[in-house]
């Protein structure tokens, strides 16, 4: 595919070479510590046109040499390596309670992080609050910057960072990319909170599985889709917005402003409504008391996981994807609501379908949006984060890198 690019004339040569520099450095960032021949042989590129890139990145910083590997027959080749602090990355989080900002290195470790809380969340005081969250961070780190990547709830058209709906910030189309790069001049990508944490999970959650349903329960709902080892957005980004489909027609006031969504049943906010009265006013003590062997607060919370696990099984029967997994806030209730959540799901859709499919609390926990925005960021600026993809996944991508950086990047 790649010879096919040089030969067919329509790409420019700069864009040939940006290819070239992407492929090259995924490859290395891959499979390193890597030598150049190994380079060539995999990415199917010439010695020449690999030394070439290979010089340019290691005048960028980007990647080095770090010694002699094993000789086979002739004389030991040098390895190459990506330098993992050669970029940082600023990873944000808009959460429900607060926003967590973190520096990222170029293998998701976090350099350093702030967390703001947040009670009010109207429009533009949240804007500014992300804007100051943002110069705190690029204060902590000396290194150059590759980008910001965000993760927030609600709907996001992540080709210009605008989020198009968040019911939960109640933002309504705030351009909320174009502010931050005109501010700092940065690349900046903004992705759905549970596309994000999907996408985390799969990059940086091991193991890795070419399909992946991830589960965000809190105040919202939401799922993220990776499928074919590519996040999945759909036709108008909103793949996976489950929250506030329709499961109990007629049922209560949702804050879409319809009633009975899924929201409504099953959400953080849903468990503590139906606490009311027995003097538990938050997710926190809602916890605290399950895990103190509170009967009530028990049921509570299976019936919520109930209603979730039926949504997960309409997910499940639809995809078929093997491998589930749930995060967020409710998460926190741990295995009653977990074993709800299962055994409807298991009960809900076709045997032959479920009894292979595995639902289990996510792993990466707080860092999980920001490691999935930094990824996110990483694919589009650099065509990375698609380290440890199974072989033959990782072959497909490098035969159609650019056709698959774009699938990825769309996210
Ligand atoms: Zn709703």
Request: hydrophobic share 45%; proline share 3%.
């Amino acid at each position: 595919m790649t010879e096919l690019i040089e030969r067919s004339g329509k790409a420019t040569h700069q864009e040939t070479r940006a290819h070239n520099s992407r492929l090259v450095l995924s490859t290395i960032y891959d499979r390193g510590p890597i030598s150049r021949a190994d380079v060539a042989r995999l990415t199917g590129l010439t010695r020449t046109t690999v030394s070439d890139v290979v010089g340019e990145l290691i005048r960028d910083g980007l990647a080095r040499e770090i010694g002699r590997g094993p000789s086979t027959g002739g004389k030991a080749p040098i390895l190459l390596e990506v330098t993992d602090d050669a970029r940082h990355l600023v990873g944000l989080d808009l959460g429900e309670k607060a926003f967590r900002g973190a520096i990222v290195d170029l293998r998701g470790e976090v350099v350093s992080a702030i967390e703001v809380p947040v009670d009010d969340r109207d429009g533009d005081v949240a804007i500014d609050r992300v804007f100051r969250l943002v110069d705190r961070l690029l204060a902590t780190t000396d290194r150059p910057i590759l980008g910001i990547g965000i993760g927030t709830a609600g709907l996001i058209d992540t080709t210009v960072g605008t989020v198009l709906q968040a019911v939960n910030l109640d933002w309504r189309d705030v351009p909320l990319g174009a502010l931050l790069r005109a501010r700092t001049g940065l690349p900046v990508y903004v992705a759905n909170d549970s596309q994000a944490t999907a996408l985390a999970e799969h990059v940086f959650g091991g193991p890795r599985t070419s399909n992946l349903i991830v589960v965000k329960v809190g105040e919202g709902i939401g799922a993220g889709l990776v499928l074919g080892g590519r996040l999945f957005q759909g036709d108008g980004f909103g793949a996976g917005e489950i929250g506030h489909m329709t499961v109990c027609p007629g049922g209560t006031l949702c804050r879409c402003g319809r009633l009975g969504c899924l929201e409504t049943v099953a959400s953080s906010r849903a468990i503590v409504a139906s606490l009311a009265g027995t003097g538990i006013a938050n997710l926190d003590e809602a916890v605290a008391a399950l895990r103190a062997g509170d009967e009530r607060v028990r049921a509570v919370v299976e019936a919520a996981g109930r209603e979730l696990g039926l949504a997960v099984a309409w997910l499940v029967g639809t995809l078929n994807v093997e491998r589930v997994l749930l995060v967020g806030s409710v998460a926190e209730f741990g295995e009653p609501w977990l074993a709800a959540v299962r055994e409807t799901m298991q009960s809900s859709a076709l045997a032959l379908i479920t009894q292979d499919t595995t639902v289990e609390i996510g792993r990466l926990h707080d860092d999980a949006v920001v490691l999935g925005a930094s990824a996110l960021l990483m694919t589009r600026e650099l065509g990375l984060s698609l380290a440890g993809l199974p072989s033959e996944v990782a072959a497909d991508v490098a035969e159609v890198p650019s056709a698959g950086v774009a699938a990825e990047a769309s996210a």
